[in-house]
């Protein structure tokens, strides 16, 4: 990016934190209204809630700020990148959003948006979208080499398992038959559904065990049924059959289990209720691979109605001396008797985090709802753990950068 350029783009962010959010409503209505093909690609419930126009307001004023820096955006651009090719969005696509973040810059900006101003940003983002398709396009390259296909195609239903009162897993096999290849722990898969109005919907869901070549699994949380949230994830429940058959996209994520110099060094997983999922595939893998390296696993969950994977995860514990296992709940029932793992009662505190880990030097893994990540990550943070040793993974939408 030229100098003058950025010097530009740079300028507008006082006013684009100012009017982010309003920016990023009137993109969404201005983009839909003139291309409605591309609403499939967008879960309505982060547009309903907002979540959607205060990632992209966030995303717009992180690019402004870092656009001649790269490397401060590289992590984020990789997530996005995974999370484009996991819903199909390809090169043609680009230029529709181009296009109306121009109107709407022009909109909502008035006399601040000169053509000088509206230039840069067109020149800005034509570069954004070279780095995105670039990468994309490599990413789709892996998916057909790694994983044979790109794309969707066929999965069928062959079990259902009941793993709490909110959570059910399903077992996914390829209908062509074809072995499954590897994926990475933690690495997540798209289903595409049709629903009951004959609309097609998209939506990830995390891999819960680690790879095997017979099936995918997922375990997917039934949520409180309105218009917008839980769509998908309702369907699943209270009509997938087995038997039944349903589009699956390859692996996608980069929020996947990291090698360590270091043996010794622990891995403590910190998972907060559904979130527990991508970690579970981790741990699976990490003992299978690793018997020395200590793992930990902190579950938080509200109750034991809602306490998921119990059973798997007791067989894990007595089987594995490397892995501590420790379920805290907020609001636990009066039927404990059956708990034969450590069990605290109230939420996650540094008072436990002591207790359980007095060496705060691990890699952390840490999924789960927002206010528990972020208040987790301060607790980390106030123990003196590198951010370099924290790793995180939001279910919904992007919490920085996002176009």
């Keep these: 990016m030229k100098p003058e350029t950025f010097d530009i783009i740079r300028q507008t962010v006082p006013v684009l934190e100012q009017h982010g959010e309003e920016l990023a409503d009137c993109f969404y209505k201005n983009m839909f209204r003139n291309h409605p093909e591309v609403k499939a690609f967008f879960n309505p419930a982060h547009q309903h809630d907002g979540t959607q126009q205060r990632a992209l307001a966030a995303a717009i004023c992180a690019y402004a700020q870092h656009a001649n820096d790269p490397e ?14 996991s819903l199909g ?23 601040a948006a000169t053509d000088d101003v509206i230039d840069a940003w067109a020149d800005a983002y034509g570069i954004l979208a070279g780095v995105f398709i670039d990468r994309e396009d490599e990413l789709y390259h892996q998916q057909e080499t790694i994983h044979g296909w790109q794309g969707f195609k066929p999965f069928t239903l062959i079990r259902r398992q009941v793993e709490s009162s909110n959570i059910t897993s399903f077992y996914l096999c390829p209908t062509d038959q074809h072995p499954i290849q590897p994926y990475l722990p933690g690495q997540y898969i798209t289903l595409k559904v049709t629903l009951a109005d004959g609309s097609q919907a998209m939506r990830n869901y995390s891999l819960s ?3 095997r070549e017979d099936y995918f699994r997922i375990s997917v949380k039934k949520e409180t049924a309105n218009d917008y949230h839980g769509v998908v994830s309702n369907q699943l429940h209270n009509n997938f059959k087995e038997g039944d058959q349903v589009l699956v996209g390859p692996p996608c994520g980069e929020f996947t289990l990291k090698p360590s ?12 209720g559904v979130g527990i999922t991508p970690l579970l595939a981790m741990l699976h893998s990490g003992l299978k691979h690793d018997h020395q390296r200590p793992f930990v696993l902190i579950q938080l969950a509200r109750n034991q109605e809602v306490l998921a994977f119990y059973e798997e995860l007791s067989v894990l514990a007595h089987t594995y001396q490397n892995f501590d296992w420790h379920i805290r709940l907020s609001q636990p029932s009066t039927n404990t008797s059956s708990t034969k793992v450590h069990q605290s009662e109230g939420y996650l505190d540094g008072a436990l985090l002591e207790q359980l880990l007095p060496n705060p030097q691990a890699q952390y893994y840490l999924c789960g709802p927002t206010t528990m990540m972020q208040s987790t990550m301060a607790l980390l943070q106030q123990r003196g753990v590198a951010s370099t040793s924290i790793f995180a993974e939001f279910f919904g939408t992007t919490q920085t950068l996002t176009i």
């Design 72 to 85: 401060k955006l590289r992590q984020t651009i990789e997530l996005i990148a995974q999370k484009h090719v």
């Design 89 to 111: 969005i390809k090169p043609e696509h680009y230029p529709i959003v181009g296009e109306n973040l121009l109107v709407t810059l022009s909109e909502v900006l008035g006399e």
């Design 209 to 211: 065990t680690a790879p």
């Design 261 to 272: 110099s270091s043996q010794q060094r622990p891995v403590v997983f910190i998972a907060g």
